[in-house]
């Protein structure tokens, strides 16, 4: 069974860093792209960015460059969106997604979502 | 890269037929045949309903239905059923620079 399961729930303060993660299993991690997708309280799905597992490359949203880094673990079939600075805009749920090598491919598997909250 | 436009909100009672447009541009809806549909019942993750325009993954069904003309992509839901309301949102592929692009999203209500 393919499973996408994200870190838990975090409450952080403005200017912390963060390392969520999203952890693959059931079916080969460096066959499949992962994206990274924000929404916001009540708001709509945003593509932050995606990771190949198998060569770590990244291809992100204008929107999200440079204030998020994608990377992933191979060895352990595990990707991660972090931030070296927080800030409260960054309060959100966030899901992690895997899709085929192709273009314009679906995401197909969803992880259950992290929420992340920055306050003070 | 702007959002897809999605309808706010559409309505229909059981059984009845909805439609949820899902317009861009040449870039992206426009340019390719591939346009997803995603449907997300509150507090849960989106999950794959129609993909490459029409197709539906296993286990959809054939209640849901996708079409494409020009900038527009559509989702039409027939026979409505109360657990068809939810949110639905679109994606298309939009070039290899920004690959993917969501639409705002639509709330489905069963009335």
């Known amino acids: 069974e393919v499973q996408l399961v994200q870190s838990g729930a975090e409450v952080k303060k403005p200017g912390e860093s963060l390392r969520i993660s999203c952890k693959g299993s059931g079916y080969s991690f460096t066959s499949y792209w992962i994206s990274w997708v924000r929404q916001m309280p009540g708001k709509g799905l945003e593509w932050m960015g995606r990771i190949d597992p198998s060569d770590s490359y990244t291809n992100y949203s204008p929107s999200f460059q440079g204030h998020v880094t994608i990377s992933a673990d191979k060895s352990i079939s595990t990707a991660y969106l972090q931030w070296s600075s927080l800030k409260a805009s960054d309060t959100a749920m966030y899901y992690c997604?895997?899709?085929?090598?192709?273009?314009?491919?679906?995401?197909?598997?969803w992880g259950q979502g992290t929420l992340v909250t920055v306050s003070s | 890269q702007s959002a897809l436009t999605q309808p706010r909100s559409v309505s229909g009672s059981p059984g009845q037929s909805v439609t949820i447009s899902c317009t861009g541009t040449s870039s992206d809806v426009g340019g390719y045949n591939y346009v997803s549909w995603y449907q997300q019942h509150p507090g849960k993750a989106p999950k794959l309903m129609i993909y490459?325009?029409?197709k539906r993954p296993s286990g959809v069904p054939d209640r849901f239905s996708g079409s494409k003309s020009g900038n527009t992509a559509s989702l039409t839901i027939s026979g409505l059923q109360a657990e068809d309301e939810a949110d639905y949102y679109c994606c298309s592929y939009a070039g290899s620079y920004t690959p993917v692009v969501f639409g705002g999203g639509t709330k489905l209500t069963v009335l």
């Open positions: 997604a895997r899709h085929p090598y192709s273009y314009g491919s679906p995401f197909d598997y």
């Open positions: 490459d325009v029409s």
